[in-house]
């Protein structure tokens, strides 16, 4: 049975380029920072995002917690949103390590915070019974909001919100590229107004592992002392880095093969009776739909699904996922929604 995986863009694997890369890599003890390839990576994704300096780091999830606990003490407070990876999926990190506390302001559908309540939610310094707010962090594309990506003109004006505040950005930008290649602008248009940032290697550009923290040259040291902390610390990583390179030199501009099978798999699903899907909202490789049927929750659809080769993730009772990526072509896609047509019937 021909099996065709949206469950994630983390399911993909590396590409051959990226197996001759990492067989030929040169390599060293990172920790000592040794590691060429490592030092290669980490140059040329910071000028890519537009920041001094870069840090390898294990995965998504290590890169917004160190990012959190160089910027942040025991006791501060983080505006973020109700529905972001840092709070929702990465098991209370940044409050079970770092002892920060999460000030939490609900995402809006298109993923952003409004600004006039991260004004609101900010803290008066000079009241000792309050915590300190240091930092806003967002994510773009936002995974739990529709893979929306958040735009230039939004950046801009949560960056000017910062500074009047004095307050510093933390980006989670797991899928920052997607957001760029969506959005047909340069990356660093979408960062330059954050102070920190971390994206993933790992996900729709298809590298095995990592992800990369950047920063300003004071920031990124204090983050690579926290990565040492929660075991980080890896030696001959060049072996994955040199994956991340290839990543990066061959895989952004492709993501729009992914948007664009994303746009047809939701009209697709758009006209299947007892699934409902804003197929407008759509913009990137994530998509989400409800099961509006009675007798069928999200679970039991997957299910039927994946016992016929489809392979999606029921993130709660009556709503599904799914995600393209590398791996998933335009016939995949039809023959995909052949079987949901099959399965709904
Ligand atoms: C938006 C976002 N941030 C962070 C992460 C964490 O990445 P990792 O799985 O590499 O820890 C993910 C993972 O899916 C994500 O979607």
Known sequence: MQIIDFRSDTITKPTPAMRAAMAAAEVGDDVLGDDPTVI???????????????????????????????????????????QAHTFYYEQG??????????RTLRNRPDGTLDLDEIVAAIRDPRNLHYPRTRLITVENTHNRCSGTPLTVEYMQALGKVAREHGLRIHLDGARLFNAAVALGVDVKALT?????????????????VGSVVCGDRAFIAEARRSRKV??????????????????????????????????????????????????????????????????????????????????????????ARAVLNYHVTAEDVQAALAVVRAVMA
């Open 40 to 82: 290669r990576l980490e140059e040329l994704a910071a000028r890519r995002v537009g920041k001094e300096v870069g840090l390898f780091v294990a995965s998504g999830t290590m890169g917004n917690l160190v990012s959190l606990l160089a910027q942040c003490g025991r006791g501060d407070e983080v505006i973020v949103g109700d």
């Open 192 to 208: 330059a107004d954050v102070d920190t940032l971390t994206f993933c290697l790992s996900k729709g550009l298809a590298a095995p």
């Open 230 to 319: 929660v075991g980080g610390g890896m030696r001959q990583a060049g072996i994955i880095a040199a994956a991340g390179i290839v990543a990066l030199e061959q895989m952004v501009d492709r993501l729009a093969e992914d948007h664009a099978h994303a746009a047809a798999l939701a009209a697709g699903l758009a006209e299947v009776p007892g699934l409902q899907v804003d197929a407008v909202s759509v913009r990137t490789n994530i998509l989400y739909f409800r099961i509006t049927r009675p007798d069928l929750d999200a679970a039991q659809l997957v299910a039927r699904l994946a016992a016929r080769g489809v392979l999606m993730l029921d993130l709660d009772p009556r709503r």
């Open 93 to 102: 990190g940044m409050a079970a390590l770092g002892g920060i506390q999460p």
